[in-house]
């Protein structure tokens, strides 16, 4: 985000509450800044992060299994929104 026009905090706070999940209008009411350059700038930390991950995160072994996520998997087939069999084969896939 080098060479922006704006207080790098600014930018930060900013960005921090669009991820915190405040919307683009709210953000720009907030840091009285105009939603298209808040949506300007939610472009470009994205694009940053995609480069990131590109570039840091590739050839990760993850070698655990999130509990939110066999939390949320064995919910969905309580409920009766995904078979038994689904959730089997989703779960063979995890090395643990």
């Known amino acids: 985000m080098h060479g ?3 207080a790098p905090d600014l930018l930060v706070w900013a960005v921090g509450a ?7 209008r709210a953000v720009a009411r907030v840091f009285e800044v ?3 350059t808040v949506l300007a700038w939610l472009v ?4 940053h992060a995609v480069a990131f991950s590109q570039y840091f995160l590739h050839n990760v072994r993850v070698t655990q299994v999130q509990l939110d996520e066999l939390f949320a998997l064995l919910s969905a087939v309580k409920v009766g ?3 038994e069999a689904e959730a089997i084969n989703r779960l063979s896939r995890s090395p643990h």
Do not use: F, M, Q
Not at 44 to 47: L, N, T, Y
């Open 4 to 6: 922006k026009h704006v």
């Open 18 to 24: 669009l991820a915190e999940g405040l919307g683009i």
């Open 34 to 36: 105009d939603p298209n």
């Open 44 to 47: 470009e930390v994205a694009d």
């Open 81 to 83: 929104e995904v078979s």
